[in-house]
Protein backbone atom coordinates (compact mmCIF):
# COMPACT_ATOMS: atom_id res chain seq x y z
CA UNK A 1 0.00 0.00 0.00
CA UNK A 2 1.33 3.56 -0.36
CA UNK A 3 -1.30 5.48 1.70
CA UNK A 4 1.41 8.18 2.13
CA UNK A 5 2.79 8.77 -0.97
CA UNK A 6 3.98 12.21 -1.98
CA UNK A 7 4.18 13.18 2.20
CA UNK A 8 7.82 14.01 3.35
CA UNK A 9 8.07 13.44 6.55
CA UNK A 10 11.20 13.70 9.61
CA UNK A 11 11.93 11.34 12.09
CA UNK A 12 13.99 11.33 15.43
CA UNK A 13 15.85 8.96 16.93
CA UNK A 14 15.59 6.99 13.78
CA UNK A 15 18.36 4.87 13.78
CA UNK A 16 17.33 1.83 16.31
CA UNK A 17 14.37 0.62 17.76
CA UNK A 18 10.99 2.25 16.94
CA UNK A 19 12.34 4.87 15.32
CA UNK A 20 14.03 2.95 12.36
CA UNK A 21 10.72 0.71 12.42
CA UNK A 22 8.50 3.91 11.75
CA UNK A 23 10.99 4.96 9.14
CA UNK A 24 10.76 1.27 7.36
CA UNK A 25 7.19 2.02 7.94
CA UNK A 26 7.03 5.34 6.40
CA UNK A 27 8.79 3.76 3.52
CA UNK A 28 6.35 0.76 3.02
CA UNK A 29 3.64 3.43 3.02
CA UNK A 30 5.25 5.79 -0.23
CA UNK A 31 6.22 8.82 2.18
CA UNK A 32 9.73 9.99 1.83
CA UNK A 33 12.02 10.32 4.94
CA UNK A 34 14.57 12.68 6.41
CA UNK A 35 15.92 10.09 9.43
CA UNK A 36 17.52 12.34 12.62
CA UNK A 37 19.68 10.87 14.72
CA UNK A 38 23.31 11.14 15.74
CA UNK A 39 25.83 10.60 14.03
CA UNK A 40 26.87 6.46 14.22
CA UNK A 41 26.82 3.58 11.88
CA UNK A 42 23.56 2.25 12.96
CA UNK A 43 22.21 5.81 11.15
CA UNK A 44 25.14 5.46 8.46
CA UNK A 45 23.23 2.05 8.13
CA UNK A 46 19.89 3.66 7.30
CA UNK A 47 20.90 5.74 4.25
CA UNK A 48 20.82 2.59 2.08
CA UNK A 49 17.45 1.75 3.45
CA UNK A 50 15.56 5.03 2.06
CA UNK A 51 17.92 5.26 -0.79
CA UNK A 52 17.21 8.45 -3.25
CA UNK A 53 13.66 9.03 -1.20
CA UNK A 54 15.30 11.17 1.42
CA UNK A 55 18.17 10.71 3.94
CA UNK A 56 19.80 10.73 6.77
CA UNK A 57 20.96 13.70 9.06
CA UNK A 58 22.96 14.01 11.93
CA UNK A 59 21.57 15.82 14.96
CA UNK A 60 21.83 15.95 18.31
CA UNK A 61 18.22 17.19 19.62
CA UNK A 62 19.30 18.48 22.72
CA UNK A 63 21.32 21.68 20.60
CA UNK A 64 18.57 23.97 18.99
CA UNK A 65 21.52 25.09 16.75
CA UNK A 66 21.98 21.38 15.80
CA UNK A 67 17.96 21.31 15.49
CA UNK A 68 17.15 24.13 13.44
CA UNK A 69 20.32 23.09 10.50
CA UNK A 70 18.93 19.29 10.69
CA UNK A 71 15.15 20.78 9.83
CA UNK A 72 16.38 23.00 7.19
CA UNK A 73 18.74 20.20 5.80
CA UNK A 74 15.46 17.68 5.81
CA UNK A 75 12.89 20.59 3.72
CA UNK A 76 15.63 21.11 1.05
CA UNK A 77 16.39 17.68 0.63
CA UNK A 78 12.51 16.67 0.80
CA UNK A 79 11.21 19.65 -0.77
CA UNK A 80 9.08 20.46 2.05
CA UNK A 81 7.80 18.83 5.21
CA UNK A 82 4.57 16.91 5.94
CA UNK A 83 5.17 15.01 8.99
CA UNK A 84 6.95 15.70 12.19
CA UNK A 85 7.62 12.49 14.37
CA UNK A 86 8.85 12.85 17.82
CA UNK A 87 10.30 9.71 19.20
CA UNK A 88 13.81 10.53 20.01
CA UNK A 89 14.01 9.75 24.04
CA UNK A 90 16.30 8.71 26.84
CA UNK A 91 14.81 6.67 29.96
CA UNK A 92 17.61 7.27 33.10
CA UNK A 93 16.81 4.60 35.96
CA UNK A 94 17.44 5.78 40.19
CA UNK A 95 15.58 7.30 43.03
CA UNK A 96 15.49 10.99 42.88
CA UNK A 97 18.04 11.41 45.77
CA UNK A 98 20.79 9.29 43.77
CA UNK A 99 20.09 11.65 40.58
CA UNK A 100 23.34 12.45 38.62
CA UNK A 101 22.91 16.12 37.53
CA UNK A 102 24.64 15.83 33.92
CA UNK A 103 22.18 12.56 33.12
CA UNK A 104 19.31 14.36 34.68
CA UNK A 105 19.65 17.76 32.51
CA UNK A 106 20.62 15.24 28.78
CA UNK A 107 17.25 13.23 29.97
CA UNK A 108 15.34 16.31 30.02
CA UNK A 109 16.93 17.88 26.96
CA UNK A 110 16.56 14.89 24.94
CA UNK A 111 12.49 14.03 26.19
CA UNK A 112 11.26 17.95 26.34
CA UNK A 113 13.63 20.56 25.09
CA UNK A 114 14.44 18.15 21.90
CA UNK A 115 10.56 18.37 20.91
CA UNK A 116 10.44 21.69 21.47
CA UNK A 117 13.62 22.68 19.25
CA UNK A 118 11.82 20.52 16.72
CA UNK A 119 8.43 21.89 16.45
CA UNK A 120 9.58 25.57 16.59
CA UNK A 121 11.32 24.59 13.43
CA UNK A 122 9.00 22.25 11.77
CA UNK A 123 5.92 24.04 11.94
CA UNK A 124 6.24 26.89 9.46
CA UNK A 125 7.13 24.14 6.86
CA UNK A 126 4.17 21.86 8.34
CA UNK A 127 1.75 25.62 7.87
CA UNK A 128 2.60 25.57 4.15
CA UNK A 129 2.10 21.75 3.42
CA UNK A 130 -1.38 22.86 4.14
CA UNK A 131 -1.69 19.10 5.58
CA UNK A 132 0.64 18.94 8.53
CA UNK A 133 0.99 16.79 10.94
CA UNK A 134 3.25 16.47 14.57
CA UNK A 135 3.09 12.81 16.20
CA UNK A 136 4.81 12.69 19.78
CA UNK A 137 5.81 9.47 21.74
CA UNK A 138 5.42 9.60 24.88
CA UNK A 139 5.07 6.39 27.61
CA UNK A 140 2.60 4.70 29.66
CA UNK A 141 5.02 5.85 32.86
CA UNK A 142 2.57 9.68 32.04
CA UNK A 143 -0.08 7.54 34.18
CA UNK A 144 2.06 5.02 36.07
CA UNK A 145 4.68 7.59 37.61
CA UNK A 146 7.14 4.16 38.49
CA UNK A 147 9.23 4.42 41.26
CA UNK A 148 12.90 4.95 39.61
CA UNK A 149 11.43 6.07 36.42
CA UNK A 150 10.62 10.20 37.84
CA UNK A 151 12.55 12.42 35.62
CA UNK A 152 11.23 10.19 32.52
CA UNK A 153 7.59 10.10 33.41
CA UNK A 154 7.70 13.81 34.05
CA UNK A 155 9.21 14.42 30.54
CA UNK A 156 6.64 12.92 28.59
CA UNK A 157 4.30 13.74 30.84
CA UNK A 158 5.27 17.50 29.65
CA UNK A 159 5.30 16.27 26.29
CA UNK A 160 1.63 15.68 26.23
CA UNK A 161 0.99 18.62 27.77
CA UNK A 162 2.91 20.76 25.24
CA UNK A 163 1.04 18.93 22.83
CA UNK A 164 -2.00 20.44 23.85
CA UNK A 165 -0.79 24.06 24.07
CA UNK A 166 0.64 23.20 20.39
CA UNK A 167 -2.73 21.78 19.15
CA UNK A 168 -4.54 24.83 20.22
CA UNK A 169 -1.80 27.31 17.98
CA UNK A 170 -1.62 25.68 14.70
CA UNK A 171 -5.66 24.76 15.14
CA UNK A 172 -6.37 26.67 12.01
CA UNK A 173 -3.20 25.91 10.06
CA UNK A 174 -4.26 22.64 8.87
CA UNK A 175 -1.51 21.10 11.58
CA UNK A 176 -2.97 18.11 13.27
CA UNK A 177 -1.10 17.24 16.71
CA UNK A 178 -1.23 13.62 18.15
CA UNK A 179 0.48 11.78 20.91
CA UNK A 180 1.30 7.76 20.43
CA UNK A 181 1.45 6.87 24.08
CA UNK A 182 2.83 3.28 24.00
CA UNK A 183 3.43 0.31 26.59
CA UNK A 184 6.30 -2.12 26.40
CA UNK A 185 7.91 -3.25 23.47
CA UNK A 186 10.13 -6.53 22.95
CA UNK A 187 13.17 -4.52 21.48
CA UNK A 188 14.21 -1.04 23.06
CA UNK A 189 17.19 0.81 23.41
CA UNK A 190 16.16 2.85 26.43
CA UNK A 191 17.35 0.26 29.12
CA UNK A 192 20.64 -0.74 27.53
CA UNK A 193 22.68 1.71 30.08
CA UNK A 194 20.73 0.48 32.54
CA UNK A 195 23.10 -0.70 35.68
CA UNK A 196 22.08 -4.75 36.48
CA UNK A 197 21.34 -3.64 40.31
CA UNK A 198 19.47 -0.67 40.12
CA UNK A 199 16.99 -2.60 37.03
CA UNK A 200 16.49 -5.38 39.83
CA UNK A 201 15.53 -2.89 42.10
CA UNK A 202 12.94 -1.13 39.88
CA UNK A 203 11.59 -4.62 38.59
CA UNK A 204 11.16 -5.80 42.05
CA UNK A 205 9.34 -2.19 42.55
CA UNK A 206 6.72 -3.09 39.67
CA UNK A 207 6.08 -5.91 41.20
CA UNK A 208 5.19 -5.10 44.46
CA UNK A 209 3.00 -2.25 43.17
CA UNK A 210 1.40 -4.28 40.37
CA UNK A 211 1.93 -1.97 37.78
CA UNK A 212 3.23 -4.94 35.82
CA UNK A 213 -0.06 -6.60 35.26
CA UNK A 214 -1.48 -3.22 34.11
CA UNK A 215 1.13 -3.48 31.47
CA UNK A 216 0.47 -6.45 29.74
CA UNK A 217 2.92 -8.45 27.63
CA UNK A 218 5.61 -6.69 25.67
CA UNK A 219 4.77 -5.79 22.21
CA UNK A 220 6.55 -5.42 18.97
CA UNK A 221 8.14 -1.86 17.70
CA UNK A 222 6.65 -3.20 14.34
CA UNK A 223 3.06 -2.84 15.75
CA UNK A 224 3.71 0.43 17.40
CA UNK A 225 4.79 1.80 13.95
CA UNK A 226 1.69 0.54 12.10
CA UNK A 227 0.04 2.59 14.98
CA UNK A 228 1.33 4.91 13.97
CA UNK A 229 1.36 4.97 10.25
CA UNK A 230 -2.40 4.50 10.84
CA UNK A 231 -2.82 7.91 12.62
CA UNK A 232 -1.20 9.34 9.80
CA UNK A 233 -3.52 7.78 7.80
CA UNK A 234 -6.78 9.20 9.08
CA UNK A 235 -9.45 11.20 6.66
CA UNK A 236 -8.13 14.72 6.96
CA UNK A 237 -11.05 16.04 8.00
CA UNK A 238 -10.62 14.24 11.76
CA UNK A 239 -8.27 14.18 14.12
CA UNK A 240 -7.18 12.11 16.76
CA UNK A 241 -5.59 13.56 20.19
CA UNK A 242 -4.44 10.60 21.97
CA UNK A 243 -3.80 6.68 20.92
CA UNK A 244 -2.83 4.61 24.13
CA UNK A 245 -1.43 1.33 22.79
CA UNK A 246 0.33 -1.09 24.76
CA UNK A 247 0.62 -5.17 24.54
CA UNK A 248 -1.99 -7.69 25.63
Known amino acids: MTRLAGRRAIVTGASKGLGRRVVEALLAEGASVAALARPGAELES ?3 VIGDRGGVIACDIRS ?7 VAAAAKR ?6 LINNAAMCGLGRIEEAV ?3 VVAEVETNL ?4 WCAREA ?4 RASGRGHIVSVTSEAVNQSPAFLGVYSA ?3 AVEALSGSVRREVRGDGIRVSILRVGRMTESSL ?3 WDPEVRERFLESVRASGIGEDNGQAMAPETAARALIDLLCLPEDSRVDLVVLRGR
Open 123 to 126: IPHL
Open 113 to 116: LGVI
Open 78 to 83: LGGIDI
Open 101 to 103: DHL
Open 191 to 193: QQA
Open 46 to 48: LAG
Open 155 to 157: TKA
Open 64 to 70: APSVATA
